[in-house]
């Protein structure tokens, strides 16, 4: 079944950003619905939180408190829904699957706002598939939604403020953090930490960390090479380091690896949104190339919350033509924090040479390094090696490509954006082309192989 519904602004995504842009447009007077592919609202870093109060003092949780707001505005947020298919010409495309059935809606919209977050890089090391392997941000997801990890032993390895963060979370949900092994040095850690004077609150949330941390070991410059399974079990059971000059074996239940984060710019790309180097290029007031679409949060630039929350908040005002310059020049500060982050966690050259031939680099599809290599670029590779064609359609392996191999991904992108029933293209507003049908086909006919 496909239903039909309108409003003045859609947001697409309800982490913080998405959030706070629908409040603020709505509180204007504007007709506006947020989607978003989860159960709940919150994105990832309020994912499954528990809101009922901020762990420092009684007032209630930021997520509560923007989720009450959000609420009062008169803004309605439909969850589950995950966006296929959007067009400039005012519409987007939603799957919604319940647990007995699932249709397409089409929203129709006059302004859109395009909240969509980032995601983890994964960088593929041999036995990165090993069962006990996880990435920094999904064992925290995981863990919120009840995945057990009191009494592991746990490495927290990769890059970027996240591992500090999910290591203080996995502490305080009963496990030991053996070691956190940032891979970036030292010589560039140090001016970044020294630069957050600017940002107390950075600054204390930072200290509160390595508070929780005390007993586990923190290394820089050094990283995973290989994950080692227990003959018995062949689950994870060691891992080897590096710190690029010697290599040592450290013992663990459980491993979450994470190489910073990726903004999640399909939907941008697919509306024809012109990008700056990897993000969505956006004006002072989130707006993108194109007339009537805005950017916010992550996707224009991994600046953290308060950036999102900020962004969100002047996008929901520019959509009812007003703007504040205060909100303006906090967001231009925000943006000096992301440029150092940037800088900061850059991924050293030495990871390029951590898959070996047999390491698998497209999970969905089983292809290794050495059959990738064999081709000059992502569109090659895929055509003959099916890599980047699974039910994640490239999002954990073309960003891995495109470190290891320098193979841009393709700008131009093609609805559905995510495997979809093949009746979501009978949709009238769907374009019904070969390629798209082909496209699903292939998934299905992988899962079928699966
Ligand atoms: C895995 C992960 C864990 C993180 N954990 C922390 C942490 O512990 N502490 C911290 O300070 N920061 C964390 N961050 C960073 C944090 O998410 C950001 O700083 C900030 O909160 C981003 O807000 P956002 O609204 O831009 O994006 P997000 O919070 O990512 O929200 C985007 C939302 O859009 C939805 N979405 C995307 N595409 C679609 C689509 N096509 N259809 C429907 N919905 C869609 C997503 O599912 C998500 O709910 C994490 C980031 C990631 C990727």
């Known amino acids: 079944m496909s239903q039909d519904i309108s409003s003045d ?32 609202p919150g994105g990832q870093i309020w994912r499954n939180l528990s809101t009922a109060h901020h762990p420092s003092t009684s007032k209630r949780h930021p997520k509560q408190q923007a989720l009450d707001r959000l609420y009062r505005s008169g803004a309605q947020l439909l969850t589950r829904r995950v966006v296929f298919n959007a067009s ?74 996240l591992l500090l963060a999910v290591a203080a979370h996995l502490v305080a949900a009963g496990a030991t953090v053996t070691t956190v092994a940032e891979q970036a040095p030292m010589l ?36 995973v090479v ?48 012109a990008l700056r180097g990897s993000f969505v290029q956006t004006d002072a007031h989130q707006r993108t190339s194109i007339l009537g679409i805005f950017c916010v949060g992550e996707p224009t630039g991994i600046a953290g919350l308060e950036a999102a929350i900020m962004q969100g908040k002047i996008a929901g005002l520019a959509c009812a033509g007003k703007s504040t310059p205060k909100l303006l020049r906090r967001v231009m500060k925000q943006q000096v924090f992301a440029k150092n982050l940037e800088y900061a966690f850059a991924l050293r050259q030495e990871l390029r040479s951590l898959p070996k ?69 009978s949709s009238p507003l769907a374009s019904t082309s070969k390629v798209a049908i082909n496209k699903i086909e292939g998934i299905e006919s992988t899962k079928e192989r699966i």
């Open 88 to 161: 400039a010409s005012g519409f987007a495309e939603a799957l919604h699957e319940t647990a007995t059935d699932s249709n397409v809606e089409t929203f129709r919209f006059q302004q859109l706002i395009l909240a969509t977050g980032a995601r983890e890089r994964f960088l593929p090391f041999p036995g990165w598939t090993l069962p006990g392997v996880f990435g920094v941000g999904g064992l925290q997801a995981l863990t919120r939604a009840g995945y057990p990890v009191a009494g592991k032993h746990i490495a927290v390895t990769g890059t970027g403020p």
């Open 226 to 273: 290989k994950a080692i399974a227990s003959p018995d079990s062949h689950t994870l059971s060691a891992i080897h380091m590096t710190d690029g000059t010697r290599t040592w074996t450290e013992p663990c239940d459980l491993l979450a690896c994470g190489y910073y984060l990726v903004p999640n710019t399909e939907l941008a790309q697919l509306l024809g949104c």
């Open 188 to 223: 560039k850690l140090a001016p970044f930490a020294a630069s957050l004077w600017r940002q107390p609150a950075k600054l204390v949330q930072g200290a509160r960390y390595r508070t929780k941390l005390r007993s586990a070991t923190y290394r820089t410059g050094c990283w």
């Open 9 to 40: 602004v859609l947001v697409i995504g309800a982490g913080p950003a998405g959030i706070a842009a629908a409040t603020i447009a709505a509180e204007q007077g504007l007709k506006v619905i947020v989607l978003d592919d989860n159960r709940q």
């Open 357 to 425: 031939q047999d390491t698998i680099v497209c999970r969905c599809e089983d292809v290794t390094f050495a059959a990738m290599q064999a081709y000059h670029g992502w569109t090659d590779a895929k055509l003959q090696t099916r890599c980047g064609m699974g039910p994640c359609q490239g999002r954990v392996c073309g960003p891995a490509a495109e470190f290891l191999l320098g193979w841009k991904p393709p700008i131009s992108m093609r609805q559905p954006l995510y495997p979809v029933p093949l009746r979501a293209l």
